[in-house]
Protein backbone atom coordinates (compact mmCIF):
# COMPACT_ATOMS: atom_id res chain seq x y z
CA UNK A 1 0.00 0.00 0.00
CA UNK A 2 2.66 2.40 0.88
CA UNK A 3 4.26 2.03 -2.43
CA UNK A 4 1.42 2.56 -4.65
CA UNK A 5 0.51 5.92 -2.44
CA UNK A 6 4.96 7.08 -3.11
CA UNK A 7 3.92 6.13 -6.12
CA UNK A 8 1.04 7.99 -6.96
CA UNK A 9 2.38 10.89 -4.52
CA UNK A 10 5.35 11.53 -6.52
CA UNK A 11 3.52 11.28 -9.89
CA UNK A 12 1.05 14.04 -8.71
CA UNK A 13 4.02 16.04 -7.09
CA UNK A 14 5.68 15.42 -11.06
CA UNK A 15 1.83 16.72 -12.58
CA UNK A 16 1.75 19.30 -10.16
CA UNK A 17 4.76 20.67 -11.21
CA UNK A 18 4.45 20.36 -14.86
CA UNK A 19 1.47 22.64 -14.76
CA UNK A 20 2.09 25.20 -12.53
CA UNK A 21 5.46 25.90 -14.90
CA UNK A 22 3.56 25.42 -18.25
CA UNK A 23 6.03 23.31 -19.38
CA UNK A 24 3.28 20.56 -20.13
CA UNK A 25 4.14 19.51 -24.06
CA UNK A 26 1.20 21.01 -25.78
CA UNK A 27 2.13 20.59 -29.47
CA UNK A 28 2.75 23.48 -31.15
CA UNK A 29 4.07 22.49 -34.63
CA UNK A 30 6.36 25.25 -34.97
CA UNK A 31 8.25 27.80 -32.92
CA UNK A 32 7.50 30.27 -35.51
CA UNK A 33 3.89 30.30 -33.09
CA UNK A 34 1.64 32.36 -35.48
CA UNK A 35 3.06 32.84 -39.26
CA UNK A 36 2.14 28.90 -40.22
CA UNK A 37 -0.21 27.56 -38.02
CA UNK A 38 -1.91 30.71 -35.88
CA UNK A 39 -4.13 33.18 -37.22
CA UNK A 40 -3.84 34.08 -40.54
CA UNK A 41 -3.29 37.56 -42.10
CA UNK A 42 -7.39 37.77 -43.72
CA UNK A 43 -10.41 38.25 -41.32
CA UNK A 44 -12.05 37.24 -44.27
CA UNK A 45 -10.37 33.98 -44.46
CA UNK A 46 -10.50 32.97 -40.94
CA UNK A 47 -14.38 33.42 -40.68
CA UNK A 48 -14.67 30.87 -43.40
CA UNK A 49 -12.45 27.93 -42.27
CA UNK A 50 -8.88 28.91 -42.98
CA UNK A 51 -9.56 28.90 -46.86
CA UNK A 52 -6.48 31.18 -47.93
CA UNK A 53 -5.37 30.22 -51.22
CA UNK A 54 -8.45 30.56 -53.05
CA UNK A 55 -9.46 33.95 -51.95
CA UNK A 56 -7.71 37.58 -53.90
CA UNK A 57 -5.50 40.29 -52.40
CA UNK A 58 -2.38 40.77 -50.55
CA UNK A 59 -3.38 39.40 -46.89
CA UNK A 60 -3.29 35.78 -48.47
CA UNK A 61 -0.01 35.87 -50.48
CA UNK A 62 1.82 34.07 -47.65
CA UNK A 63 -0.07 31.38 -48.24
CA UNK A 64 -0.61 31.86 -51.96
CA UNK A 65 1.52 35.03 -53.69
CA UNK A 66 -0.78 33.92 -56.55
CA UNK A 67 -3.99 35.64 -54.53
CA UNK A 68 -2.50 39.16 -55.44
CA UNK A 69 -3.32 38.34 -59.14
CA UNK A 70 -7.04 38.48 -58.62
CA UNK A 71 -6.69 42.04 -57.39
CA UNK A 72 -8.23 44.51 -60.41
CA UNK A 73 -7.19 47.88 -58.03
CA UNK A 74 -3.90 49.29 -59.12
CA UNK A 75 -3.17 50.33 -55.53
CA UNK A 76 -4.41 48.26 -52.72
CA UNK A 77 -3.88 48.49 -48.97
CA UNK A 78 -4.76 45.82 -46.15
CA UNK A 79 -4.08 45.75 -42.78
CA UNK A 80 -5.21 42.85 -40.30
CA UNK A 81 -5.03 42.34 -36.88
CA UNK A 82 -5.83 39.57 -34.99
CA UNK A 83 -6.21 38.34 -31.08
CA UNK A 84 -6.56 34.90 -29.40
CA UNK A 85 -4.65 31.50 -29.36
CA UNK A 86 -5.52 28.08 -28.00
CA UNK A 87 -1.68 27.64 -26.61
CA UNK A 88 -0.17 31.61 -26.33
CA UNK A 89 -3.42 33.34 -24.95
CA UNK A 90 -2.72 36.86 -25.22
CA UNK A 91 -0.98 36.57 -28.87
CA UNK A 92 -1.36 38.95 -31.17
CA UNK A 93 -1.45 38.72 -35.12
CA UNK A 94 -0.69 42.42 -36.82
CA UNK A 95 -0.52 42.53 -40.51
CA UNK A 96 0.65 45.30 -43.30
CA UNK A 97 0.59 44.69 -47.18
CA UNK A 98 0.42 46.43 -50.22
CA UNK A 99 0.06 45.74 -53.64
CA UNK A 100 0.95 47.70 -56.98
CA UNK A 101 -0.53 46.67 -60.40
CA UNK A 102 2.42 47.56 -62.86
CA UNK A 103 0.16 46.36 -65.79
CA UNK A 104 -2.50 44.33 -66.96
CA UNK A 105 -0.67 41.47 -66.47
CA UNK A 106 2.08 42.42 -63.43
CA UNK A 107 1.42 42.64 -60.10
CA UNK A 108 3.85 42.90 -56.93
CA UNK A 109 3.18 43.18 -53.30
CA UNK A 110 5.02 43.97 -49.89
CA UNK A 111 3.53 42.50 -46.57
CA UNK A 112 4.90 42.47 -42.80
CA UNK A 113 3.43 39.43 -40.78
CA UNK A 114 3.96 39.54 -36.74
CA UNK A 115 3.47 37.07 -34.02
CA UNK A 116 3.81 39.13 -30.29
CA UNK A 117 3.39 37.15 -27.20
CA UNK A 118 1.81 38.36 -24.14
CA UNK A 119 4.00 40.20 -22.02
CA UNK A 120 5.79 38.09 -19.42
CA UNK A 121 3.68 35.20 -20.80
CA UNK A 122 3.68 32.13 -18.13
CA UNK A 123 5.36 30.39 -21.35
CA UNK A 124 9.51 29.77 -21.20
CA UNK A 125 12.13 29.85 -23.95
CA UNK A 126 13.76 27.05 -24.51
CA UNK A 127 16.97 27.25 -27.13
CA UNK A 128 19.16 24.40 -26.27
CA UNK A 129 20.70 24.76 -22.23
CA UNK A 130 18.85 28.03 -22.06
CA UNK A 131 15.55 27.66 -20.56
CA UNK A 132 13.67 30.59 -18.75
CA UNK A 133 11.14 32.86 -18.84
CA UNK A 134 11.40 36.32 -20.78
CA UNK A 135 9.69 39.55 -21.22
CA UNK A 136 8.74 39.91 -24.38
CA UNK A 137 8.92 36.62 -27.53
CA UNK A 138 7.92 37.41 -31.05
CA UNK A 139 8.19 36.22 -34.66
CA UNK A 140 7.81 38.13 -38.13
CA UNK A 141 7.59 37.25 -42.14
CA UNK A 142 8.81 40.01 -44.36
CA UNK A 143 7.45 38.63 -48.00
CA UNK A 144 7.94 40.31 -50.93
CA UNK A 145 5.34 38.82 -54.20
CA UNK A 146 4.73 39.35 -57.54
CA UNK A 147 1.87 37.35 -59.75
CA UNK A 148 1.79 37.39 -63.48
CA UNK A 149 -1.53 36.24 -65.82
CA UNK A 150 -0.22 33.99 -68.08
CA UNK A 151 -3.51 33.08 -69.98
CA UNK A 152 -6.67 34.78 -69.00
CA UNK A 153 -7.80 33.41 -66.03
CA UNK A 154 -4.49 31.95 -64.43
CA UNK A 155 -2.31 33.22 -62.51
CA UNK A 156 0.96 32.11 -61.11
CA UNK A 157 3.02 33.73 -57.88
CA UNK A 158 5.92 33.61 -56.55
CA UNK A 159 7.41 35.45 -53.39
CA UNK A 160 10.22 35.62 -51.02
CA UNK A 161 9.92 35.82 -47.10
CA UNK A 162 12.62 36.73 -44.86
CA UNK A 163 11.55 35.08 -41.14
CA UNK A 164 12.74 36.29 -37.57
CA UNK A 165 12.24 34.76 -34.60
CA UNK A 166 12.90 37.21 -31.32
CA UNK A 167 12.65 34.24 -28.59
CA UNK A 168 14.64 36.10 -26.14
CA UNK A 169 13.25 40.38 -25.15
CA UNK A 170 14.54 41.98 -28.43
CA UNK A 171 17.53 39.51 -29.35
CA UNK A 172 17.17 37.75 -32.81
CA UNK A 173 17.20 34.35 -31.70
CA UNK A 174 16.75 32.92 -35.83
CA UNK A 175 16.39 34.12 -39.16
CA UNK A 176 15.57 31.99 -42.26
CA UNK A 177 14.33 33.20 -45.95
CA UNK A 178 12.08 30.83 -47.52
CA UNK A 179 10.51 30.77 -51.29
CA UNK A 180 7.13 30.44 -51.93
CA UNK A 181 5.22 29.61 -55.47
CA UNK A 182 1.81 29.36 -56.33
CA UNK A 183 -1.19 29.42 -58.95
CA UNK A 184 -4.42 30.33 -59.40
CA UNK A 185 -6.96 29.21 -62.15
CA UNK A 186 -10.58 31.02 -62.46
CA UNK A 187 -13.16 29.75 -65.40
CA UNK A 188 -16.40 30.72 -66.36
CA UNK A 189 -18.81 27.80 -66.28
CA UNK A 190 -23.00 27.34 -66.73
CA UNK A 191 -23.48 24.79 -64.35
CA UNK A 192 -27.10 26.10 -62.81
CA UNK A 193 -29.11 26.73 -65.58
CA UNK A 194 -31.52 29.05 -64.70
CA UNK A 195 -32.40 32.83 -65.64
CA UNK A 196 -31.83 34.58 -62.17
CA UNK A 197 -28.15 33.11 -61.87
CA UNK A 198 -25.24 34.53 -63.91
CA UNK A 199 -21.37 35.26 -63.09
CA UNK A 200 -21.08 31.15 -62.57
CA UNK A 201 -16.99 30.85 -61.81
CA UNK A 202 -15.08 27.85 -60.35
CA UNK A 203 -11.86 28.16 -59.35
CA UNK A 204 -8.48 25.75 -58.70
CA UNK A 205 -5.98 26.69 -56.58
CA UNK A 206 -1.90 25.47 -55.22
CA UNK A 207 0.79 26.41 -53.17
CA UNK A 208 3.89 25.53 -52.04
CA UNK A 209 5.20 27.42 -49.06
CA UNK A 210 8.73 27.04 -48.43
CA UNK A 211 9.31 25.47 -52.05
CA UNK A 212 13.43 25.09 -51.08
CA UNK A 213 12.25 22.27 -49.30
CA UNK A 214 14.19 23.73 -45.88
CA UNK A 215 12.85 22.01 -43.03
CA UNK A 216 15.22 22.98 -40.09
CA UNK A 217 15.91 26.55 -39.03
CA UNK A 218 18.54 26.85 -36.13
CA UNK A 219 17.42 29.20 -32.92
CA UNK A 220 20.39 30.58 -31.21
CA UNK A 221 21.17 32.52 -28.04
CA UNK A 222 24.08 33.28 -26.37
CA UNK A 223 26.63 29.86 -26.69
CA UNK A 224 23.03 28.25 -26.82
CA UNK A 225 22.05 26.21 -30.06
CA UNK A 226 18.74 24.39 -30.77
CA UNK A 227 17.07 22.82 -34.23
CA UNK A 228 13.66 23.41 -34.76
CA UNK A 229 11.08 22.28 -37.53
CA UNK A 230 10.36 24.74 -40.59
CA UNK A 231 7.07 23.44 -41.93
CA UNK A 232 6.64 22.71 -46.03
CA UNK A 233 2.92 23.19 -46.65
CA UNK A 234 1.63 21.60 -50.00
CA UNK A 235 -2.07 23.39 -50.49
CA UNK A 236 -4.90 22.31 -52.72
CA UNK A 237 -8.12 24.25 -53.12
CA UNK A 238 -11.17 24.64 -55.04
CA UNK A 239 -14.19 27.39 -55.07
CA UNK A 240 -17.28 27.81 -57.00
CA UNK A 241 -18.93 31.16 -57.35
CA UNK A 242 -22.67 32.36 -58.36
CA UNK A 243 -24.61 35.55 -58.64
CA UNK A 244 -28.26 35.82 -57.97
CA UNK A 245 -30.47 38.91 -58.93
CA UNK A 246 -32.86 39.53 -56.16
CA UNK A 247 -35.35 41.94 -55.34
CA UNK A 248 -34.76 43.58 -51.80
CA UNK A 249 -37.56 46.55 -52.01
CA UNK A 250 -36.53 47.41 -48.37
CA UNK A 251 -33.50 49.36 -49.59
CA UNK A 252 -35.40 51.24 -52.53
CA UNK A 253 -34.12 54.90 -51.10
CA UNK A 254 -31.98 54.28 -48.80
CA UNK A 255 -28.39 56.43 -49.27
CA UNK A 256 -25.90 53.13 -47.95
CA UNK A 257 -28.02 51.31 -50.97
CA UNK A 258 -28.66 53.89 -53.35
CA UNK A 259 -26.72 52.46 -56.54
CA UNK A 260 -25.85 49.24 -55.28
CA UNK A 261 -26.38 46.05 -57.15
CA UNK A 262 -29.58 43.97 -56.44
CA UNK A 263 -27.67 40.53 -56.14
CA UNK A 264 -26.71 38.54 -53.68
CA UNK A 265 -22.99 36.74 -54.49
CA UNK A 266 -22.87 33.12 -53.08
CA UNK A 267 -19.33 31.51 -52.86
CA UNK A 268 -18.24 28.06 -51.43
CA UNK A 269 -14.45 27.77 -51.07
CA UNK A 270 -12.49 24.10 -50.29
CA UNK A 271 -8.64 23.89 -49.04
CA UNK A 272 -6.55 20.54 -48.35
CA UNK A 273 -2.91 21.19 -46.82
CA UNK A 274 -0.55 18.81 -46.21
CA UNK A 275 3.18 19.32 -44.36
CA UNK A 276 5.80 17.81 -46.35
CA UNK A 277 8.78 15.46 -44.63
CA UNK A 278 11.49 17.58 -46.52
CA UNK A 279 15.36 16.43 -47.18
CA UNK A 280 16.46 16.52 -43.25
CA UNK A 281 15.76 14.63 -40.31
CA UNK A 282 13.55 16.65 -38.12
CA UNK A 283 15.03 17.58 -34.77
CA UNK A 284 12.40 18.01 -32.59
CA UNK A 285 9.27 15.56 -33.71
CA UNK A 286 8.08 14.74 -36.90
CA UNK A 287 5.58 17.34 -38.32
CA UNK A 288 4.75 15.89 -41.56
CA UNK A 289 3.36 12.76 -40.03
CA UNK A 290 0.07 14.90 -38.45
CA UNK A 291 -0.33 18.34 -39.77
CA UNK A 292 -2.86 17.72 -42.63
CA UNK A 293 -5.89 19.80 -42.70
CA UNK A 294 -8.67 20.75 -44.20
CA UNK A 295 -11.30 23.48 -44.60
CA UNK A 296 -14.40 24.55 -46.04
CA UNK A 297 -16.26 27.85 -46.32
CA UNK A 298 -18.83 29.75 -47.44
CA UNK A 299 -19.44 33.49 -47.76
CA UNK A 300 -23.02 35.68 -49.20
CA UNK A 301 -22.77 39.34 -50.61
CA UNK A 302 -25.52 41.32 -50.14
CA UNK A 303 -26.02 43.67 -53.20
CA UNK A 304 -22.04 43.64 -52.73
CA UNK A 305 -22.44 45.49 -49.08
CA UNK A 306 -22.90 43.27 -46.59
CA UNK A 307 -21.20 39.51 -46.38
CA UNK A 308 -22.03 36.76 -43.88
CA UNK A 309 -19.62 34.06 -43.61
CA UNK A 310 -19.24 30.37 -42.07
CA UNK A 311 -16.86 28.08 -42.14
CA UNK A 312 -15.37 24.44 -40.54
CA UNK A 313 -11.83 23.58 -39.92
CA UNK A 314 -10.15 20.49 -39.09
CA UNK A 315 -6.62 20.10 -38.48
CA UNK A 316 -4.71 16.29 -37.78
CA UNK A 317 -2.72 16.82 -34.39
CA UNK A 318 -1.22 14.01 -32.21
CA UNK A 319 -3.05 12.91 -29.45
CA UNK A 320 -2.64 10.48 -26.38
CA UNK A 321 0.62 10.37 -23.82
CA UNK A 322 4.18 11.01 -23.90
CA UNK A 323 5.60 9.76 -20.46
CA UNK A 324 9.30 10.15 -21.53
CA UNK A 325 8.77 14.04 -21.85
CA UNK A 326 4.79 14.69 -20.14
CA UNK A 327 1.82 14.94 -20.68
CA UNK A 328 0.38 16.11 -24.63
CA UNK A 329 -2.52 18.07 -24.07
CA UNK A 330 -3.46 18.55 -27.68
CA UNK A 331 -6.34 16.53 -29.62
CA UNK A 332 -6.98 17.53 -33.24
CA UNK A 333 -7.54 21.38 -33.89
CA UNK A 334 -11.29 21.37 -34.80
CA UNK A 335 -14.67 23.73 -34.93
CA UNK A 336 -16.95 25.95 -36.74
CA UNK A 337 -15.27 29.35 -37.94
CA UNK A 338 -17.63 32.46 -39.20
CA UNK A 339 -17.52 36.17 -39.65
CA UNK A 340 -19.21 39.19 -41.22
CA UNK A 341 -18.32 42.00 -43.68
CA UNK A 342 -19.31 45.33 -45.20
CA UNK A 343 -18.30 47.34 -48.27
CA UNK A 344 -17.64 51.16 -48.01
CA UNK A 345 -18.42 52.64 -50.98
CA UNK A 346 -16.32 55.91 -49.46
CA UNK A 347 -15.79 56.99 -53.04
CA UNK A 348 -19.02 56.96 -54.19
CA UNK A 349 -20.69 58.71 -50.59
CA UNK A 350 -17.73 61.43 -50.49
CA UNK A 351 -18.77 62.04 -54.11
CA UNK A 352 -14.79 61.24 -55.33
CA UNK A 353 -13.09 63.38 -52.07
CA UNK A 354 -12.05 60.08 -50.55
CA UNK A 355 -9.52 57.72 -54.14
CA UNK A 356 -10.89 54.93 -51.84
CA UNK A 357 -13.35 52.25 -51.24
CA UNK A 358 -12.71 50.08 -47.94
CA UNK A 359 -14.05 46.65 -47.28
CA UNK A 360 -14.00 45.71 -43.83
CA UNK A 361 -14.05 42.27 -41.82
CA UNK A 362 -14.64 41.14 -38.89
CA UNK A 363 -14.34 38.01 -36.61
CA UNK A 364 -15.68 37.28 -33.10
CA UNK A 365 -16.04 34.06 -31.93
CA UNK A 366 -14.54 31.32 -29.87
CA UNK A 367 -10.92 29.86 -30.41
CA UNK A 368 -11.02 26.67 -32.58
CA UNK A 369 -10.44 23.66 -29.83
CA UNK A 370 -7.45 21.96 -30.09
CA UNK A 371 -7.66 20.44 -26.11
CA UNK A 372 -7.55 16.63 -26.38
CA UNK A 373 -10.62 14.69 -24.42
CA UNK A 374 -8.72 13.13 -21.75
CA UNK A 375 -7.19 15.83 -20.48
CA UNK A 376 -8.37 18.84 -18.50
CA UNK A 377 -6.29 21.90 -19.44
CA UNK A 378 -5.47 24.64 -16.74
CA UNK A 379 -7.26 27.62 -16.42
CA UNK A 380 -4.63 29.55 -18.34
CA UNK A 381 -6.29 27.96 -21.36
CA UNK A 382 -9.88 28.07 -20.80
CA UNK A 383 -10.14 31.59 -19.36
CA UNK A 384 -9.71 33.56 -22.33
CA UNK A 385 -11.26 31.51 -25.45
CA UNK A 386 -12.51 34.63 -27.70
CA UNK A 387 -11.35 34.73 -30.83
CA UNK A 388 -10.90 38.33 -32.51
CA UNK A 389 -10.08 39.56 -35.77
CA UNK A 390 -11.01 42.32 -37.88
CA UNK A 391 -9.06 43.32 -41.61
CA UNK A 392 -9.33 46.92 -43.43
CA UNK A 393 -8.32 46.73 -46.89
CA UNK A 394 -8.01 49.81 -48.57
CA UNK A 395 -9.35 49.84 -52.49
CA UNK A 396 -8.19 52.59 -54.38
CA UNK A 397 -10.08 54.26 -57.12
CA UNK A 398 -8.77 55.18 -60.76
CA UNK A 399 -9.56 59.05 -60.75
CA UNK A 400 -11.69 58.05 -64.41
CA UNK A 401 -13.98 55.93 -62.35
CA UNK A 402 -14.50 59.02 -60.14
Do not use: C
Request: glycine share 8%.
Amino acid sequence: MKIYFKTFLIGFILFFSLVSSAQIDYYNPTHLSGLFYGQPSSARATGMGLTTITLDGIENAFYNPATIGLTKEKLNVHLNYALGSPVYKGSQYPFLGVSYRINKKLIVGLSNLNWWDEKNSPWSTRIGGFNESVEKRSASAYTLSAAYTIIPGLQFGVSGNYLIGRFVDNNVTSSDFILSAGAIYTKEVDIIKAKNISNQRIRFAGSLVNALMKNRIEQTYLDNLNYRDLPIHLSFGAAYKATVAIQPNFTEGKGFFRGAPKTLDLAVHLQYRDVLAGPKETIQNTNHEYNSAFGIGTEAWFMDLIALRLGYYREKRPVGDDKLEGIWATGHKKGITWGFGVNLPLNRLTNGSLPFNSEINFVTSRILDTYADNYTPPAYFTDRTFLFSVGINLKFVAKTQN
